[in-house]
């Protein structure tokens, strides 16, 4: 088995408060209020414990479908200001199974305390036999569309809603 590593940061202006998408983002059952349905994703579920704090445990991706889901952890909490989550996802067709390290930083914009940049990281580690490692690239591909989509429905959700989110 051949292990590699992938790393990608996704960065963006939010015209919203760090506390406000500190809550949306750590909110992982509301994740279906702001985030369409894909390929990848259908909702979180089973939460424990909420509300979310470091160490919580969820089940993702497609919870309802066998082999479309995986567990995660919340390995970092640090309101306002940082978020991480962790899960592995096996993926069979490829016998692959990818360590997924995602975090977040919340960084008030210099003298705008109500503007945001998001700083969404994110490391996999692919383990794979090397016959398939050429086709590493539909892993990371698929990872990389979710979390750009990811990143900018969460932007859009916070400052349309920043209001109701401050509430």
């Known amino acids: 088995?051949?292990?590699?590593?992938?790393?990608?940061?996704?960065a963006s202006i939010v015209e919203a408060p760090p506390a406000v998408l500190f809550k949306l983002l750590s909110d992982l059952p509301d994740y279906g209020e702001w985030l369409a349905?894909?390929?990848?994703?259908?909702?979180?579920?089973?939460?424990?414990p909420y509300p979310v704090q470091l160490g919580s445990r969820y089940h993702d991706g497609k919870p309802d479908k066998p082999g479309k889901s995986w567990?995660?952890?919340?390995?970092?909490?640090?309101?306002p200001g940082s978020l991480d989550f962790h899960h592995t996802i096996t993926v069979r067709q490829l016998r692959a199974t990818v360590d997924v390290h995602i975090h977040y930083s919340f960084e008030p914009e210099a003298g705008d305390e109500r503007r945001t940049r998001?700083?969404?990281?994110?490391?996999?580690?692919?383990?794979m036999p090397i016959a398939v490692r050429p086709l590493r690239r539909f892993i990371t591909s698929a990872?990389?569309?979710?979390?750009?989509?990811?990143?900018?429905?969460?932007?859009?959700?916070?400052e349309a809603h920043v209001n109701l989110l401050e509430a």
């Open 118 to 127: 998001v700083s969404r990281w994110l490391l996999l580690d692919v383990t």
């Open 143 to 158: 990872f990389d569309k979710e979390n750009a989509r990811t990143m900018a429905a969460a932007k859009q959700y916070a």
């Open 71 to 79: 567990w995660g952890t919340v390995t970092g909490f640090q309101p």
């Open 1 to 10: 088995m051949s292990i590699s590593h992938w790393h990608k940061l996704y």
């Open 37 to 48: 349905r894909s390929d990848q994703f259908d909702g979180t579920t089973e939460v424990e």
